[in-house]
């Protein structure tokens, strides 16, 4: 039988809804994503920790989830907001229905939702915190919501990096590089796309000696994306310069915001974010536009941009920064997803520059 579910969010807008997966209170950012395809990554992306996803495509579990589409091993999402649910999927690869996979993962869901709707609202007046809930009184609520505080008071990064360093390594012989990873919500692709380039990759946790990690027989280092407001992790971002100084360095999404702060700059949270497949962004290098997988609320201020980092990538739509190099030193940045999962795969080049970049620097 349909249970009535509800969205409360921040402001004292609620959207109704049928409930669905399991059954639980959940409190996160609302946010949206603009993928046509790609669910099973999205829920599974540990930078969506804390926050309540809204898809905005209108059909979402029509191919059911697989065993190979996961990028990390649970589910990060709070909750997850539908306009219409499928509910028997159809692909070869089909596991399990998409309701069966939040239920394993306790993750609570909503269909039948005004999503076009909600999506405007957030557009307008930008990414708000919410809770969904079976109980749909407007001031318990917002009591809940204010109790909790705000996206930005937590330290999100704490809760999805690994507590102990992990070794991913390639056939002996085809071996070529050692990459340290630096865990701040890595996705899989991004060491599997490493491993493709003959790298082994040892993940270390988000806290870890930084200096230690210069001092060792790397090749190079890799900051991964992440969720939350960099400015949380102040006490790490003040030693990642101790990296960049003596390894190539590859930063992405949340990396490239906390590489940025180290070197001097400021971030700032965007109104609603970038999260989706085609964010169009303009590689200044070449001239070339990009269609890009984007997942953040935070973006690199223009302001007082340090002087001895260039600017190498725009996205076109609000003309923020979207990629940055150190002019004298083997460091690249960028504040896209280049691993894609979902989305494109063109911007994967950028993988194939940190390995120049190794191979330069150990000539």
């Known amino acids: 039988m349909a249970k009535s579910r509800f969205l409360i969010l921040s402001d004292g807008t609620v959207f109704d809804g049928i409930g669905f997966g399991f059954d639980l209170e959940s409190i996160g950012e609302v946010v949206f994503n603009t993928s046509m395809t790609g669910y099973q990554e999205m829920l599974t992306d540990p930078s969506y920790e804390g926050q309540i996803l809204v898809a905005t495509y209108p059909l979402v579990g029509n191919y059911g989830v697989s065993d190979n589409a996961n990028e990390s091993h649970n589910i990060k999402i709070q909750s997850f907001i539908l306009r219409e649910l499928c509910e028997i999927p159809f692909h070869y690869d089909n596991k399990q229905t998409l309701e069966e996979f939040l239920v394993k993962h306790k ?29 749909g009184d407007l001031k318990n609520g917002l009591d809940k919501i204010r109790k909790f505080g705000n996206y930005e008071d937590h330290n ?8 102990k360093e992990a070794v991913y390594s390639v056939d002996k012989t085809a071996s070529k590089f050692s990459v340290a990873l630096i865990d701040f919500g890595v996705k899989n692709n991004i060491v599997r796309l490493l491993n493709r380039r003959q790298c082994d990759v040892t993940v270390f946790p988000w806290k870890s000696n930084f200096e230690e990690i210069a001092q060792a027989e790397f090749d190079g ?71 890009t997988a984007q997942n953040h609320g935070f973006a690199v201020s223009k302001d007082n941009f340090p002087s001895e980092l260039e600017i190498t990538h725009l996205n076109i739509n609000d003309d923020t920064i979207s990629g940055f190099r150190h002019r004298t030193k083997p460091v690249i940045s960028i504040q896209y997803h280049s ?13 194939d520059e940190f390995i120049e970049l190794m191979e330069v620097n150990d000539d």
């Open 107 to 135: 993750i609570p869901g909503i269909h039948s939702v005004d999503t076009r709707s909600l999506t405007k609202k957030i557009r307008k007046d930008g990414a708000m915190m919410g809770i969904v809930s079976n109980d």
């Open 339 to 351: 691993e894609a999962c979902p989305g494109p795969i063109d911007s994967e080049y950028i993988f």
């Open 221 to 291: 280092v890799v900051l991964s994306p992440g969720p939350g407001d960099p400015s949380v992790l102040k006490n790490q971002i003040n030693k990642v310069r101790e990296l960049t100084d003596k390894l190539p360095t590859l930063a992405i999404c949340l990396g490239h915001q906390i590489l940025a702060i180290a070197y001097g700059g400021k971030t700032f949270k965007l109104l609603f974010g970038h999260r989706g497949a085609n964010q169009p962004v303009k590689d200044l290098i070449s001239g070339k536009v990009y269609p």
């Open 156 to 163: 999100h990064v704490e809760k999805v990096s690994i507590k």
